[in-house]
């Protein structure tokens, strides 16, 4: 079992920046895949970026890229979402989560174990 705890959530302008972390309660977190979810109002959840066990490979959202960049410190056993240059359309909650069984990295929600509550993140206009 992991527990995931989500942080660094709030009310941004756009084109102002955030950094979301992701800190799992168990140790070895490198043996997991990890994933950046978001969430909208009436919309479903869809990947936002995810990062390999070892951080060798990574993927990113057609909307994202240049923008956000995942990163993990497995000595530390957490995920960061560095997200720059934010729109109005970033609005969401965002969701890390933890895959366990996938080689490298997965693109689906549904290939993930382990869930995090969730942090809001903003951006007015």
């Known amino acids: 079992q992991v527990q995931l705890v989500e942080s660094g959530g709030g009310l941004v302008q756009a084109g102002g920046s955030l950094r979301l972390s992701c800190a799992a309660s168990?140790?070895?977190?490198?043996?997991?895949?990890m994933g950046w979810f978001r969430q909208a109002p009436g919309k479903e959840r869809d990947i936002v970026t995810a990062?390999?066990?070892?951080?060798?490979?990574?993927y990113y959202a057609d909307s994202v890229k240049g923008r956000f960049t995942i990163s993990r410190d497995n000595a530390k056993n957490t995920v960061y979402l560095q997200m720059n240059s934010l729109k109005p359309e970033d609005t969401a909650v965002y969701y890390c989560?933890?895959?366990?069984?996938?080689?490298?990295?997965?693109?689906?929600?549904?290939?993930?174990?382990?869930w995090g509550q969730g942090t809001q993140v903003t951006v007015s206009s």
């Open positions: 990062i390999s066990q070892s951080g060798d490979r990574t």
């Open positions: 989560a933890a895959d366990a069984r996938s080689f490298g990295y997965s693109v689906s929600s549904y290939s993930y174990d382990y």
């Open positions: 168990r140790r070895a977190l490198s043996t997991y895949a």
